[in-house]
């Protein structure tokens, strides 16, 4: 599983996240974004145009998904996790790579240019499977607007299993775990 974590976290904050999936099978690759941000670091720059960011990010994360095949991962046993920012770039990097992942999970993000992500994506994303979480209190990332993004998505076919929690901008706990759980154990046993 590769981890990405949200603005101004790191690596270190999803430390927690192994032992409480509790998924032995799982190796864990926990990712640190590229840009400094106040103690932590940053996929994108929010506060002004995304795209530049979201761009090199994608690059980034394109060649590491490469380099991790090359070690003997296959993308096809390979799950990517993202929070936040990390959500953004997991469903703009996992709908655009050319080879199917065992799944994507996003919790709490929202589609960086829902429309042209659906013009671009690659030739297996309508194969591709994805749990998107997120919070009905969420004070950062406005609930409806993420719920409109989804249903647009999946209206063009993309499998996304929605949950919708009461939760402000956070994983809610042992609820929420116990579905992105699910979700990977599902993705590994077919």
Known sequence: MVVLH????????YRWLPPALNLSFLNYLLVNAPDPYFGGYSWYDFAVDAAPGVLRSRALLFDLLDEQRQRGFPTGQTTMFGFSQGCLMTTDVGLRYPRLFAGLIGISGYIHEPERLLEELSPVASQQRLLITHGTDDPLIPFAVVREQINLLKAE???????????????AGEHELAAIREFVRARYSA
Request: glycine residues 18%.
């Open 6 to 13: 949200g603005l101004g976290d790191s690596m270190e904050g």
């Open 157 to 171: 076919g993309i499998q996304i299993e929605w949950h919708e929690f009461p939760k402000a901008h956070t994983i």
